[in-house]
């Protein structure tokens, strides 16, 4: 990471220091039906036993054929798993599932709107339509084994069921998450050279219908100027026969897949046996440059570790009635609602909507309803409960033996709430650290064996061994109080296998920083770089501060600056544009943008809101800047580099240090006054 200007501090080398929190125990009713109690587990996934550790994740899968490698690392950091091993994950996931739990829910989904009635999907019913839409992928699509599809598909069942169907005939599926874009969807066409779009006519949220099928007209359009022509629009009817949108049906391109099923009712289609290094899927995420890179998950390696976290960290039971409220387009849906769950033959409940819809009681009856009794979201969304209705979930008689929070830090005093309102105290919580790099959790407690810490994620899951290194490579030990550069320093299983298209990519983002030798074979050379500031306390925990290169996490999602930025240039009369990230009690952080205007132009309140609507075309409307300030100039370097820095210090209303150095330095104090006065003005 490059510090602004030389010989500056970066965020993640400042001294850290915060109040140390209790420990918490877990409850005893919680040990005695854990999925793992056993100290032991540790010790068996100590370095001395790794690789072959992982075994124990993935024999909890059925193989097609057994591997003979579990790591081959002989090219790093393109690490191979399971090598030789032969599996299907929709076979995994659904037809294994079917002589115990044939008519058992696999998914509960739950309409936004309360009147509606829940679709209860059983394995059965679930391995049914996989069948038929993998058929339909493959005999009316064209789609074959290493092809990619792109799914736009909001929270309702045709997403997971499209996913297992690609799956099934190894199709590459590319699941757009549904808040995204046309143009963001269209793009991702591009980059992932896919001719299919599988999208659906609307859903709920927050009691309006969203017209989905309208964004894949534009997808097609914009794909089109990308040189990707969408042959087949596959499209779900939200209910079968009901057509919600506005758009009409093109011709020879446009098809309802309900239609399509109904003319391969009952058929099946054998799961392909695919190579554990195939890969499943990709997830296309942010970084520091203006194009979002496709994380490539692959086969077995992933689907080992999410079904081993899922069971140990999760503690998922067959029995267990589990709802994950985030959304199935973010790689936790992916692992943890989908994939994770299924493999291990659980009810997995999804939500089509907002949990504060139509008021902040709403999850709390959903968990009464269907007996939910393991719970899992983000920060962002506890805040929100947290604020709207602070004691409502008393009212509902619901119980959680363990929840998990993901995404973001949280803050020591909202965890207390989750634990003591929404968890009524009977609860463990995990609070898992990883990304969509990852496949699945990196750092947690496995929540019947270690003792709670608010604030803290804790130390490394089983056969994770995290390390702080400092600028210059160096260990930050645990205890001292300093915060640094997180790094995982051996491979696993779900590691990504490589940025699509990009291997350079891959080597330079995450390996380039810390490895000591590029031509070694071996993987204690090649720490992963995770890109966040963290600190480590005595006793191993590590406290995640947040990342450290040009990413925003906007309510637990995750935006470029540089994307931000990009989109904010296609304004007219817009110069320059810096993205930062400001401070939000609820929404962890959000965007704001600075910039600056060509000769002519000048500023005005239609401009700054064509920024705004400009970035949410561009982008989708979770990327909307909360603040547009048009200032004559951004603050530089000598050298030409904006000042982020001290742009971010400004919108938080914090000191921004000295500023002498910078070739405009008077500028500074004119945004400062304007932005005051801004905000003044905005709040009364
Ligand atoms: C970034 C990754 C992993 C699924 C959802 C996010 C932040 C993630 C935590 C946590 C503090 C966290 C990090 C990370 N993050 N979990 N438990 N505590 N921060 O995936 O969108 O790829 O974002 O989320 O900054 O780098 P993602």
Not at 109 to 124: C, H
Not at 162 to 187: P, T
Not at 615 to 629: D, Q, S, T
Request: net charge neutral; glycine share 8%.
């Amino acid at each position: 990471m490059q510090s602004e200007t030389p010989g500056e501090i970066s965020e993640a080398q400042i001294a850290v220091h915060w109040k140390e929190e209790q420990f918490i125990d877990p409850p005893a009713r919680f040990i005695a039906q854990a999925n793992m109690a056993d100290q032991g587990i540790y010790e068996r996934f100590s370095e001395k036993n790794f690789p072959e550790c992982f075994r124990e994740y993935a024999d909890l899968l059925s193989w097609d054929r057994y591997w003979h490698t579990t790591l081959d690392s002989s090219n790093p950091p393109f690490w191979k798993w399971f090598v030789g091993g032969k599996l299907n994950v929709s076979y995994n996931c659904v037809d294994r599932n079917l002589p115990k739990y044939r008519n058992k829910a696999a998914i509960i989904w739950v309409p936004e709107p309360e009147e509606e009635q829940d679709v209860i999907v059983t394995y059965q019913e679930l391995y049914n339509k996989v069948n038929e839409f993998a058929i339909a992928l493959s005999e009316f699509a064209g789609l074959k084994k290493g092809d990619r599809v792109t799914f736009h598909l909001p929270m309702i069942p045709a997403l997971p069921i499209s996913m297992l169907a690609a799956a099934r005939l190894g199709i590459i599926h590319n699941q757009v998450f549904g808040g995204f874009s046309a143009k963001a969807c269209a793009e991702r066409m591009e980059d992932s050279k896919s001719h299919v779009l599988v999208t659906c006519d609307g859903y709920y949220r927050n009691g309006q219908l969203l017209d989905k099928k309208a964004d894949a007209d534009a997808t097609v359009e914009e794909a089109e100027k990308h040189g990707i022509i969408v042959k087949k629009v596959l499209v779900w009817r939200r209910l079968p026969g009901k057509y919600i949108s506005k758009s009409k049906m093109v011709e020879g391109r446009d098809h309802f897949v309900d239609e399509l099923l109904d003319k391969v009712r009952g058929r099946k289609v054998s799961p392909l046996s695919m190579d554990a290094e195939d890969p499943l899927f990709l997830m296309y995420t942010s970084g520091s440059t203006g194009r979002p890179k496709g994380c490539q998950h692959r086969t077995g390696g992933y689907l080992a570790y999410v079904a081993g976290t899922s069971k140990f960290v999760l503690d998922i039971h067959p029995e267990d009635t589990y709802w994950c409220y985030a959304d199935i387009g973010w790689i936790t849906g992916h692992s943890y609602i989908v994939y994770g769950p299924l493999s291990l033959g659980a009810t997995s409940v999804m939500y089509e909507g907002v949990p504060m819809f139509p008021d902040p009681g709403r999850p709390w009856r959903i968990a009464e309803r269907l007996g939910v009794n393991i719970f899992h979201t983000a920060p962002t969304t506890i805040r929100m409960l947290r604020k709207a209705g602070p004691k409502e979930a008393e009212k509902y008689g619901y119980h959680f033996k363990s929840m998990t929070t993901v995404g973001e830090p949280i803050e020591p005093e909202v965890w207390k709430w989750y634990y003591e309102v929404i968890g009524k105290g009977e609860a463990v919580i995990t609070d898992t650290y990883w990304q969509t790099e990852n496949g699945g959790f990196l750092c947690s407690t496995l929540p019947a064996i270690l003792p709670m810490k608010p604030g803290s994620a804790g130390p490394g899951v089983p056969g994770i061994y995290p390390v702080i290194y400092d600028e210059d490579g160096k260990e930050v030990k645990a205890g001292l109080g300093k915060a640094g550069n997180i790094c995982i320093r051996n491979p696993w299983p779900g590691i990504m296998q490589t940025i699509w298209g990009s291997p350079e990519r891959f080597v330079r983002q995450y390996y380039s920083k810390y490895c000591r030798d590029e031509k070694s074979k071996d993987w204690r050379d090649w720490p992963y770089f995770a890109g966040d500031g963290a600190v480590q306390a005595f006793d191993g925990y590590f406290r995640i501060l947040g990342r450290i290169d040009d990413v925003i996490k906007v309510a637990g999602h995750r935006l470029g600056t540089k994307e931000l930025e990009n989109a904010a240039l296609t304004t007219e009369g817009i110069s320059e544009a810096a993205a930062i990230a400001q401070n939000d009690e609820m929404r962890g952080h959000v965007p704001i943008i600075y910039a600056s205007l060509k000769p002519g132009y000048s500023p005005s309140k239609e401009l700054e809101q064509q920024v705004i609507s400009n970035i949410a075309k561009e982008l989708g409307p979770i990327a909307k800047p909360h603040a547009v300030y048009i200032v004559q100039d951004l603050p530089k370097t000598r050298s030409g580099k904006i000042m982020r820095r001290v742009l971010a210090a400004i919108a938080n209303s914090e000191e921004y240090g000295d500023v002498t150095t910078l070739a405009n330095p008077d500028i500074v104090e004119t945004i400062r006054k304007m932005v005051q006065e801004k905000s003044q003005g905005s709040n009364t």
